[in-house]
């Protein structure tokens, strides 16, 4: 049986392992959350590199790409010193090819829905979801992204895909040196609840992004909206259908109640493929067209 493991920054209230079966063969697929400690990360890759066939990064990026151009996060990077044998992923490709498949699928399944209220998205971070948001901007969304609210603190919205690459460009070399836990919430951080912003929120139809970032900041009253994102456990849903959500769609499959996040099945699709190194866009591309890949719409309310 092939395995896939993916640790992560994240809750280890979150854990979850199952066995899947992928083009005829079983993979064993496993979440192992460290509690926001990296040096406990990075001794667990240590234990079982070379011991699995394909590592996931969760609760964390290895850098960003935005566009064409890659951004490293320096202090994410340490925590994989040790990995020696396995491939590692933190789920960019997947970001990358199931993504941008998003708004399209949004139109297939609940277009009149969409229309009648607006085609409005509020992207929580674009820059890091570079298939999200070439999606809903080549969908002729109008778009706001959080990457200035919410990554930085800043309370300007940003509209454009320039605008972010721009943005990029200016920060990325010095956001990518500081500690990660100043970016992004780690460990018991990721369940804590600070609304702001909310008028972005009211103003969208669709809110799309990191699941932690859209629970963490939206308001507690989301009556209606269509929420697109990834990893989901079945709390998480009852949450959304509390607060009102009418749609909930997450860009991986959803398993046993619960989806898993993208560096979790970019490294099972590495499981199984047998090749033993990180794939390219166009293997994943093929891999997800003969797997019937494609986002998971739940109506909620």
Sequence with gaps: MKRAVSISLGSSKRNKAVVVTLLGEQVSIERIGTDGDMEAAALKYKELDGQV???????????????????PLYSVNRMVRFVKKTPIVDGTGLKITLEKKAAPFLDAHIKDYIDQHGRKAFI???????????????AGYECVFGDMMFSLGIPIPVRTDRALKILAAILMPIAGRLPFEWVYPVGEKQEERKPKHAKYFHWATVVAGDCHYIKRYMPDDMQGKVVVTNTTTTEDVEFFRRCGVKYLVTATPVIEGRSFGTNMMEAALI????????????????????LGFEPQLQELN
């Design 271 to 290: 499981a199984v493929s047998g090749k033993g190194r990180v794939l390219t866009h166009a293997e994943y591309e093929e891999l997800l067209e003969k």
């Design 53 to 71: 066939d394909a590592f996931g990064v969760g609760g964390a990026d290895l850098g960003l790409l935005v566009d064409t151009k890659w951004y």
């Design 124 to 138: 929580m971070t674009g820059a890091d979801r570079w298939g999200l948001t070439r999606s809903f901007l080549d």
